[in-house]
């Protein structure tokens, strides 16, 4: 798919402003407690390599943010707020697909905002933006061990942890946002350069709008990730050394192991502009990939950045099956997103040049009756 042509949203990690809050029930703990015995139960197959088998095509989209919203104090959601959501989920599904006026002026219609969530409001209604038909964000709560999950992070409150004493304070966006000089000074994401929110990572997460899908290649000494959107490549050397040359890549440096079942990726050396949660020159990312299950792939995150928190923190989420392949994802074919963002600069400086020189004319101007002098 390609992109809305003047929008772009960042990692767009929201879900719809619901007031829902409260403690896992009996009920969802025993669930969860099933779902974990047959994890440990299971044995993944093993490929031609001998290694556990995870090859396939993946998805990790879902309507589970990255954080957890105001109000909720609940890493685990009830049966009844799950329930509740996803009936939300396909109500705004069915609203979005309602078709457009044709005849409707450019400005954006006014729509509810009980029922609608937040990047899709903005999406819908910035010009270019798209119909809801056009996305795929997930319209599920994501489920781990059986648990319907607030967050995709496992930290107590579901948050970003707090820097410690002295530690500098994370980074703004500044990757295009807000400037207009040049497409260079424009994201990367928007560049079609790599792909917008954190598809590729590493951490890994889903952007909230569409093409959180992956496809997982094995071979004897690489674990590649195919990443649906901008079409990215991770490749992870097994049992190899991060490199020592300096150089960053966009995705850093990837190296990986197995551990019994599980894949354990090590990645460093990861560049400013993929910086996650401020961290960068010192983040180290390790991830987990462990096959749990006929159509469940669990994976899971830790952050370490010594300078910036004192101690380890991330998340897990679970991938599931894509019911299909990934197919091109073509940035660039009639993408007119840099030129109308960087023309219009243009034309609001010039406007901005002219009514400049026309004040500056109306100010030399004698008054009216006056001569030069007088």
């Not at 490929?47 to 998805?59: E, S, V």
């Not at 799950?82 to 069915?94: G, I, R, T």
């Not at 209604?125 to 795929?136: A, E, F, H």
């Not at 019994?260 to 020159?281: C, H, K, M, Y």
């Amino acid at each position: 798919m390609k992109r809305a042509a003047t929008l772009f949203i960042g990692t767009a990690l929201c879900v719809a402003p619901l007031a829902l809050m409260s403690a896992a029930p009996a009920a969802a703990q025993a669930k969860g407690e099933a779902k974990a015995a047959a994890k440990s139960s299971y044995k993944a197959p093993r490929n031609a390599f001998g290694q556990p088998d995870l090859a396939g095509f993946w998805t990790n989209n879902t309507m589970t943010p990255m954080t957890r919203r105001a109000g909720v104090t609940s890493l685990v959601y009830t049966e009844e707020q799950v329930k509740e959501m996803e009936a939300l989920a396909e109500q705004e599904v069915e609203e979005g697909n309602r078709p457009t006026d044709p005849n409707a002026p450019a400005e954006a219609p006014a729509q509810r905002t009980d029922n609608v969530r937040p990047e899709f409001a903005a999406a819908g209604g910035d010009v270019g933006g798209y119909n809801r038909g056009w996305l795929d964000p997930g319209h599920t709560v994501m489920r781990v061990n059986g648990e319907p999950r607030s967050s995709l992070l496992t930290t107590p409150n579901g948050q970003i942890p707090k820097r410690k004493a002295g530690a500098p304070a994370p980074q703004g966006f500044g990757r295009g946002m807000g400037s207009f000089d040049s497409y260079e000074t424009r994201s990367l994401g928007e560049r079609c350069v790599i792909g917008f929110g954190r598809n590729g990572g590493p951490p890994m997460f889903p952007n909230g709008f569409y093409n959180n899908n992956y496809e997982f290649v094995q071979t004897p000494d690489t674990f590649v990730i195919h990443v649906e959107m901008n079409h990215d490549l991770r490749i992870v050397r097994l049992n190899g050394k991060h490199r020592t040359d300096g150089v960053r890549p966009y995705f850093g440096d990837s190296i990986g192991w197995w551990e019994g079942d599980t894949l354990v990726v090590e990645t460093t050396n990861i560049p400013r502009t993929q910086a996650f949660a401020g961290s960068w020159e010192n983040l180290k990312v390790t991830e987990r990939f462990t096959r749990v299950g006929e159509n469940r792939l669990h994976y899971a995150f830790q952050i370490d950045d010594p300078t910036l928190w004192d101690a380890p923190w991330g998340g897990e989420y679970e991938f599931a099956p894509l019911n299909g392949r990934i197919y091109e994802y073509a940035c660039h074919e009639g993408n007119y997103a840099l030129p109308g963002i960087l023309g219009g600069a243009r034309a609001e400086e010039q406007a901005a040049a002219e009514e400049a020189a026309a004040k500056a004319k109306a100010d030399a101007k004698p008054a009216k009756g006056k001569k030069s002098g007088d």
